[in-house]
């Protein structure tokens, strides 16, 4: 019975840490799609800040565009929070001394 009781371990921690791995990929590609994005909408922003100076855009134009960025930072703010705690969490559970950031940047680091 040890022995099951071994291998059933061992399963349930290899495949949290494999869990935990790509959600982490994954976290990691979608903070970097908010910062695109995030950076989109400032041009966004100068650019009807830009037309709304000249009269071709209205206050409320430029408050929409604003108020979306707010929106995307909060946004990435939260993803960011979420990737520090699967970093945590995969240093948990490869113990403290083993733990050292993966390489996230793209699914394709996976191969």
Same mark, same amino acid.
């Given at each position: 019975?040890?022995?099951?009781?071994?291998? +059933?371990?061992?399963? *349930?921690?290899? @495949? *949290? /840490?494999?869990?935990?791995?790509?959600?982490? &990929?994954?976290?990691?590609?979608? %903070?970097?799609? $908010?910062?695109?994005?995030? =950076?989109?909408? =400032?041009?966004?922003?100068?650019?009807?800040? @830009?037309?709304?100076?000249?009269?071709? +855009?209205?206050?409320?134009? /430029?408050?929409? /565009?604003?108020?979306?960025? +707010? $929106? &995307?930072?909060?946004?990435?703010?939260?993803?960011?929070?979420?990737?520090? &705690?699967?970093? =945590? $969490?995969?240093?948990?559970?490869?113990?403290?001394?083993?733990?050292?950031?993966?390489?996230?940047?793209?699914? =394709? @680091? %996976?191969?």
């Amino acid at each position: 019975m040890l022995r099951e009781d071994e291998r +059933a371990v061992y399963l *349930a921690l290899t @495949s *949290a /840490v494999g869990a935990d791995y790509f959600s982490l &990929i994954k976290t990691n590609e979608m %903070v970097e799609l $908010q910062k695109k994005l995030l =950076n989109l909408n =400032n041009e966004l922003l100068k650019v009807v800040e @830009s037309k709304e100076k000249s009269g071709l +855009a209205t206050l409320d134009d /430029v408050l929409s /565009v604003k108020d979306k960025s +707010a $929106q &995307i930072e909060l946004s990435l703010n939260a993803l960011e929070a979420k990737k520090e &705690i699967l970093e =945590n $969490q995969l240093g948990y559970l490869l113990g403290d001394k083993l733990f050292k950031k993966p390489e996230t940047n793209t699914f =394709n @680091s %996976v191969q």
